[in-house]
């Protein structure tokens, strides 16, 4: 935050996600491995795959969402909803050292429909024309946005009750610093497999993956199979 990539508000975000991920134990619950699986799929089938990144994912995973772009092909975007030109850049530039990898984002030239806040804005190269997107740590008008102009949505969020989960095609309810390498691993083991990743697709389910989640966090806080922290 200091350095401006992440904003005060981020900082509340991050909070609430880590309560989210006290609810699931602090740990990748096999729904989520499900749905890290049905995301790297996805990603291996799609023809023009983009990763969208904010503050928090670039101040969480940016080395590994760069890992990630360059075994899918898919290139970073920065896309932000407390947004400056100082700050597009500060979060560019601090990406493209993590990562290694050069970023969409400063030249906005296109926009998603839908979208009140600057988060409008996107790339022509990047977001605009994309089929999948990676949106990990997103507010929902801009994921219910994507889905209305008919992208695939892949959802990296805490919460399986928010409107960028319900949402979304694949909805990862996992903590990014997990689900990012869970997601790269499956890519890397799917990408030579087009009849296995379209297999894995047809059999996932999100809306029951999403309820299955649900249901594993109120067993836990009944006591049926605690909810803990595994340290």
Known sequence: MGEGVVSVTGLIAHGRGEAFDYLVGERTVPEAQSAERAAAA??????????????N????????????????GAPLEVNLFHRSDERVEKVCSFVERESGEKVLGRKQDGILEG?????A???SEGLLTADVVLIPLEDGDRAEAM???????????????????LVATVSVVDEITRAV??????????????AEAERVLAAFDNQRNLKAVLDRICQGLQGK?????EG
């Open 42 to 55: 996805l990603i291996v089938l799609a023809e023009r795959p983009v990763i969208t990144v904010n503050g």
């Open 181 to 194: 390498p869970n997601i790269l691993s499956q890519v890397i083991s799917l990408k030579g497999d087009r």
């Open 115 to 119: 979208v009140a806040s600057d988060r």
């Open 147 to 165: 889905v209305r102009a008919g992208k695939k949505v892949i959802a990296i969020d805490l919460n399986p009750l928010s409107r960028t989960s």
């Open 225 to 229: 199979g605690p909810v803990r922290s």
């Open 121 to 123: 804005r996107c790339s």
């Open 57 to 72: 994912a670039a101040a969480l995973s940016a080395k590994e969402l760069g890992e990630l772009s360059r075994a899918s």
